[in-house]
């Protein structure tokens, strides 16, 4: 059964998934075999904590620092993480190619916009 879920932003081309969907860890290695199943796309050369980090320890003094420099100093997220961006235009891209490439923003950029 598929999964209904409202994305509470603008959905974009420049949508990040670690940025925007809040996606770490294994749930993003799980959503990017997803995916690679439904569209196709050969994921050879993907590193999945590159993208989203690895699986949270549990470390209740990391959580707090987090939670100090996000609420307290209003300091981005993707600020914090570090993580590079993964966008849904670059996975459009992926998808038509067949296979997973490292993300290139000048090439993606321009993916939903109408051809004249």
Known sequence: MDEIWVPPIDVT???????????????????????????????????????????????????????WHRLVRRIPARDLVGLPELTLGHLFACANEGRWRRPSLASDSTLFRDTP
Not at 23 to 38: H, K, N, P, S, V
Not at 50 to 60: I, K, L, Q
């Open 13 to 67: 081309e420049r949508t990040a998934l670690a940025h925007d969907f809040q996606i770490a860890g294994l749930d993003g290695q799980d959503f990017m075999e997803a995916y690679a199943r439904r569209f196709g796309v050969d994921l050879a050369e993907f590193d999945g904590v590159e993208y989203f980090g690895p699986e949270a320890s549990g470390n209740p003094f990391g959580l707090l620092g987090y939670l």
